[in-house]
């Protein structure tokens, strides 16, 4: 490495660990998301289903053949409760006590046709029904099944997008408000080398950045690591340069940073919703495909989910790195063409 | 061939759009002088010596540096100049000695970093942040900056603007050190002061044209001189003989 690029990494490293707003951004956001999914998707274990019982005069008698089942927890609902703990998903059935008894369930949602399916049973169970046979089970828990297991490389992709674009779009556009830009350009400066100083810095934060939800995902959730740590790194590493290029890019005209927020809000918007960061890309149409399979984070968040979940090595996520290191190639060459330095 | 002059510009013109910043100006500036570029704000004194620093292309006009031309030698052009711009705020989370440490490493030449400390007394402040120090404090790190490559030829634009007294004595001492050691300085002003103190000759602008150039103690006596009765003339009375007009318009 040369002493101007040094120097000017340096300076980014310098700049980034001085600014307290960054490094919340950048480490302590992620542990926060995973905080919370970890009190939204507590650790295994069968969790009750959550039944309405609306008022009736047989209220008493069929609350009890619920509450009777075990795994049902009961809420009694006032008439004006019953649409609002339904929407807020409080309840996912009201059972109303008619004789024989009424279920109000949204019958397109999963959750809801699972609780009425018990509720009925208990009903029916109580009322007397015989039971044909009783079937043996066989409870498995497939390690990395989970959502939660699914959701944290998804987090840890959107980190790695997030921070570098917002991380080098801010400080670029800064650099060019304050006229530094301008004067980095009066010296003898190559212009490569201010713009390969802002990749190299990220390299440095991508590992406690990648690091840290992925220890928390596999230490607290109980998050299984099939693939190695090698592949994780080289899959991070592509990917974090793969968004440096785009920042840079992003970064690479705007003189204020309204406009370089409202740019990146336009080409991360997107990604957040389509790249299967909290639900997988196979719900949207055939015809999104071809769109959502190009974009930089579906690549890293498939490449990531395939080495920690399914233990794939770095030769099974060939494509996906081949098109991140593609979308950080092209964007960096443009930026380096495009770059208002002044 | 004999030394060329630092600066040589001919029939420079630059527009943004219906605006002419810059009307057809020449200047020659030489080798170990101090060279002022005087006028009011929006005479085109900043576009001229950005065009002179190779920052903005010129619509038309010739411009020779040091003998050489931006556009086939503007690396080596580079590593021979010390540029300070008007109102950079540098980085203020670095320390003064991170900030002369990162430009002194684009040069291949130059003067420790130590050294510049020393220079522009501010060796006292070597661990400090940039965004700690007072506004004159700043302005001789950016000097310190642009002396970081031991430059041929310093470029500044509005060096002591916003700076107390005795913040602009010390600046001034040090721009008079780097011409004792034979540097070359081209620098924008728009005080009198300034000017008559250090400047060897100066170019009056305004309008984007050169309207009077020489040495300021002869451009006095040839056009400040008549207006003036009971006190010795001054710059200003020669821009207000010119134009009618004072430099500033305060």
Same mark, same amino acid.
């Given at each position: ?44 274990? !069968? ?20 509450? +009777? ?37 949204? +019958? ?220 950080? !190639? ?13 | ?8 510009? #001919? *029939? ?18 030489? *080798?170990? #002088? ?40 503007? /690396?080596? $052009? ?12 540098? =980085? ?5 000695? #991170?900030?002369?440490? $990162? ?13 510049? $400390? ?7 402040? @070597? ?12 302005? *001789? ?10 430059? /041929? ?12 007294? @005795?913040?602009? @004595? ?10 004792? =050691? ?32 020489? *040495? ?33 318009? /305060?």
């Amino acid at each position: 490495m040369t002493e101007p690029l040094l120097q000017l990494t340096l300076a980014r490293l310098r700049e980034f660990v001085r600014e307290p707003e960054a490094l919340f951004w950048a480490f302590v956001f992620p542990i926060i998301m995973s905080v919370a999914l970890a009190v939204a998707f507590p650790a295994p274990g !069968v969790r009750p289903v959550p039944v309405g019982l609306a008022a009736g005069p047989d209220a008493a008698a069929v609350g009890a053949a619920l509450r +009777a089942a075990g795994d049902i927890a009961l809420r009694e609902l006032a008439p004006a409760e019953e649409v609002r703990a339904l929407r807020e998903g409080e309840v996912h059935v009201i059972v109303v006590p008619t004789e024989p008894p009424t279920y109000r369930f949204d +019958a397109s949602r999963d959750e809801s046709r699972t609780a009425r399916l018990v509720a009925d049973q208990a009903l029916k169970r109580a009322a007397g029904r015989p039971e044909p046979w009783t079937a043996s089970e066989e409870p498995v828990v497939v390690p990395g099944s989970r959502y939660v297991d699914w959701l944290i490389p998804g987090i840890i992709g959107l980190n790695v997008m997030s921070t570098g674009m917002w991380g080098i779009g801010f400080s670029v556009v800064q650099a060019r408000l304050r006229k530094i830009l301008k004067w980095l350009v009066a010296s003898p400066m190559r212009k490569g080398d201010y713009l390969l100083a802002q990749a190299l810095g990220r390299v440095v934060f991508l590992g406690p950045e990648v690091a840290v939800p992925l220890a928390f995902g596999a230490l607290v959730l109980g998050m299984p690591i099939n693939g190695s740590i090698g592949a994780i790194a080289v899959v991070s590493l592509v990917g974090g340069l793969s968004f440096t290029g785009l920042g840079l890019l992003a970064a690479s005209r705007p003189r204020t940073l309204e406009a370089i927020s409202g740019i990146l809000n336009l080409v991360m918007l997107p990604m957040w919703v389509l790249s299967g960061v909290f639900f997988s890309t196979a719900n949207f149409p055939g015809a999104l495909q071809p769109v959502i399979q190009a974009l930089p984070l579906t690549a890293l968040n498939d490449a990531l989910r395939a080495v920690i979940l399914e233990g794939a090595g770095i030769a099974a996520v060939g494509a996906e790195l081949i098109l991140l290191a593609a979308w950080g !190639v092209v964007p960096f060459l443009l930026a380096l063409r495009f770059f208002r330095w002044t | 061939m004999t030394n060329p002059p630092a600066v040589r510009c #001919e *029939r420079l013109t630059k527009r943004y759009g219906n605006v002419i910043a810059v009307d057809g100006l020449s200047l020659v500036v030489h *080798r170990g #002088e101090c060279f002022g570029l005087l006028g009011p704000n929006g005479a085109g004194k900043t576009t001229t010596i950005e065009i002179l620093e190779g920052l903005l292309r010129p619509d038309a006009g010739d411009v020779e540096v040091l003998g050489l031309e931006w556009r086939a030698d503007g /690396d080596a $052009l580079r590593q021979r100049l010390g540029v300070q711009l008007q109102e950079t705020r540098l =980085a203020e989370k670095l320390t003064v000695e #991170e900030t002369l440490r $990162l430009f002194r490493a684009f040069y291949h030449r130059g003067r420790p970093v130590d050294e510049l $400390l020393r220079l522009v007394e501010l060796e006292s402040k @070597r661990t400090s942040w940039v965004g700690k120090l007072s506004g004159g404090q700043r302005q *001789r790190l950016a000097v310190a900056c642009a002396l970081a490559g031991a430059p /041929d030829l310093l470029f500044l634009d509005e060096p002591t603007t916003g700076l107390d007294p @005795r913040s602009r @004595r010390q600046l001034w001492s040090v721009l008079e050190g780097f011409r004792a =050691a034979g540097g070359t300085i081209v620098l924008t002003t728009h005080d009198m002061d300034e000017a008559e103190l250090l400047c060897d000759r100066v170019a009056v602008v305004d309008h984007g044209r050169v309207i009077a150039e020489g *040495r300021p103690a002869d451009l006095i006596e040839t056009l400040g001189a008549p207006r003036v009765v009971t006190r010795q003339g001054t710059l200003e009375d020669v821009f207000m003989a010119l134009t009618g007009r004072h430099l500033r318009d /305060d």
